[in-house]
């Protein structure tokens, strides 16, 4: 096991490095002149060549490309991003303040998405071609219909309808307000969380019934044991397995989707960073996050693959 943690590991470095390699190359070819957009000239018009040369040599933009590469790479391998071109403080300090912001509200809403789907794929997988069956079936439709944003929308507009409720301006801490800060992120967590729920009760159901017609499933059956002990104790574990396999592949999929959550509920995390990072043409910052998102998916995978193990005692890595 541990040989086959270090290989994997070991293959951690080429991925992260094609990918901030690949969103290095890309953020250069795009159109346009961070030295322009910060000196506020736009592209066109009068502008101060002097106070444009400048910035491009304070910026290091004035360097080859190969040579910026491999500053930005080597500063990346110590953990240093360099500052941000808009705010002017370190990438590392605008991550370590906003990471603990979307790691509470990706775990809630992973948290809030498992809770509902894993009982919902019970019961429709049980209860199949009932009542409870076609209602869980709707409930999977919409949510892998529904998109995030104007599902977003709607709650937004539902609740300052009928509550006169407003996301806050404000973010609270956990630490120092828990009961506001729940407020603030449950209605998030929920939204992101019903994609969740819905794609992990669809893969429980198919799964569940699948294992439900298996030999050794009639054999508890005839022994005896109570059904639901048959359905929670033996058929449920080795139903479980492309469960985690669905819920890591929507975990990072989730990540994603709280880009547009965290800007619609005025959220201070990363996916919000992102998007004001990629408005202002903030390299460093870019490059930065997309190196943090593809740490967080060669971990997901890994963990997922070790899972599997504990799950299933057959399955041995070597």
């Known amino acids: 096991m541990s040989t086959y943690i270090l290989r994997r590991i070991l293959l951690m470095v080429p991925t992260l490095l094609g990918a901030v390699t ?163 992120l449950i209605f998030p967590a929920l939204i992101t969380g019903y994609r969740l729920s819905a794609i992990g009760a669809r893969m429980t159901r198919s799964s569940l019934l699948e294992v439900l017609r298996d030999d050794f499933v009639r054999t508890a059956r005839a022994k005896g044991l109570r059904e639901n002990v048959v359905v929670l104790k033996h058929a449920l574990c080795n139903a479980l397995l492309p469960v985690v396999t669905i819920v890591g592949v929507e975990l990072l999929v989730l990540f994603g989707g709280l880009v547009v959550i965290e800007t619609v509920f005025t959220i201070p995390g990363i996916g919000r960073f992102l998007v004001d990072a990629i408005t202002h043409r903030d390299y460093p910052s870019i490059q930065a996050l997309v190196f943090v998102f593809a740490l967080f ?20 890595y070597s």
Not at 87 to 103: F, G
Request: charged content about 15%; aromatic content about 12%; hydrophobic content about 50%.
């Open 22 to 184: 690949l969103i290095f190359i890309l953020m250069r070819m795009l159109p346009g002149d961070v030295a322009l957009y910060i000196l506020g000239s736009g592209d066109s018009g009068d502008m101060n060549k002097q106070a444009l040369a400048q910035i491009r040599e304070d910026l290091g933009l004035d360097q080859p490309m190969i040579v910026q590469y491999g500053q930005w790479l080597w500063g990346a391998a110590r953990l240093d991003f360099g500052k941000s071109y808009w705010t002017r403080r370190p990438v590392l300090e605008e991550l370590r303040q906003r990471y603990p912001v979307t790691a509470s509200l990706a775990l809630m809403s992973l948290l809030l998405g498992t809770a509902i789907a894993v009982p919902i794929g019970i019961l429709s997988a049980v209860r199949q071609d009932t009542l409870i069956d076609y209602a869980a079936r709707l409930f999977v439709i919409a949510g892998l219909s529904l998109p995030n944003f104007w599902l977003a929308i709607l709650v937004i507009l539902g609740l300052v309808h009928y509550f006169h409720w407003l996301p806050p301006l404000n973010y609270a801490p956990f630490w120092v307000d828990p009961w506001l800060n729940f407020k603030q």
């Open 297 to 316: 998916v060669v971990t997901i995978n890994l963990l997922v693959d070790l899972v599997y193990g504990v799950l299933d005692p057959r399955i041995r």
